[in-house]
C-alpha cells in the first residue's frame, strides 16, 4: 500500500507511457522512461549536494508520489536552511513550520531540485487527502520565481486513472479504491472496465 508501489506499478505498465493523453497530462514526451530513486543532488551551502531521493523522475518531470503517507515530512531548520537557494525560491519566512521546524520539507527539497535540474515537478496525491493539497498550496504560495511556480503542478491519482489504462484502472480501484473523478470506488471487482 506504499506510494512507491504504487507509483512503480502505474509507471510499469507498459500501457501508461504508451498513451498519448497520460503524456500529455504529465507534460512528457514519448521517450521519457521513469528512473525511480532519483538522487536529485540539490546544492548546499557548503558547495556539496544533498543525498535525499525524488520518487521518480520521467524525463523532465520530478515526482512525488503520496498515498498513506500523513504529511510532506518535517525538517529542522539546521537542514532546510543549508540549501543554497532557499531565500532565492522562497519567502523564507512564510514557509510554514511546525515546533520551529519546517512543515513539507519534501515539498521544499523537491522545487529546488526543480530549479536546480531546471525541470518540472508533480506531486501525484490522493484525492481522499485534502490536507495535503492544502500543504501543497500553502507552500507553493511561498514561491518566489513565476515561472518555476508554473512548473509545479499538483495531481491526484483519481485524475490520472481517467486516462490510464482499463486493466489499470480496475487494479487501483480494486487494491487501492482509486476511481476517476465522479465514480465510486467497486465492492470486489464489480464495475466493468
Not at 38 to 60: C, I, Q, Y
Not at 70 to 99: H, M, N, W
Not at 100 to 121: G, K, M, P, W
Amino acid at each position: 500500500m506504499s506510494s512507491d508501489a504504487l507509483l512503480m506499478n502505474v509507471f510499469c505498465h507498459p500501457q501508461t507511457l504508451a498513451s498519448r493523453s497520460v503524456r500529455s497530462l504529465l507534460g512528457v514526451e514519448e521517450s521519457s522512461a521513469p528512473d525511480f530513486g532519483f538522487k536529485a543532488r540539490v546544492p548546499l551551502l557548503t558547495g556539496r549536494t544533498d543525498r535525499t531521493e525524488v520518487d521518480m523522475r520521467l524525463g523532465t518531470l520530478l515526482v512525488e508520489a503520496k498515498l498513506t503517507e500523513t504529511d510532506f515530512q518535517v525538517a529542522t531548520a539546521v537542514i532546510v536552511e543549508c540549501y543554497r537557494d532557499l531565500d532565492c525560491i522562497f519567502a523564507g519566512k512564510a514557509l510554514p513550520t511546525v515546533s520551529s521546524c519546517y512543515a513539507s520539507y519534501q515539498l521544499i527539497r523537491n522545487v529546488l531540485a526543480a530549479h536546480t535540474l531546471e525541470v518540472d515537478f508533480c506531486v501525484l496525491l490522493d484525492a481522499r487527502r485534502p490536507d495535503l493539497r492544502e500543504a501543497w498550496y500553502t507552500n507553493m504560495s511561498c514561491v518566489r520565481n513565476s515561472t518555476l511556480k508554473t512548473r509545479c503542478k499538483v495531481l491526484t491519482w483519481q485524475e490520472l486513472a481517467e486516462v490510464l489504462p482499463a486493466s489499470l484502472r480496475y487494479f487501483l480501484d480494486i487494491k487501492y479504491g482509486i476511481v476517476p473523478p465522479g465514480q465510486t470506488p467497486s465492492e470486489f471487482g464489480e464495475r466493468d472496465y
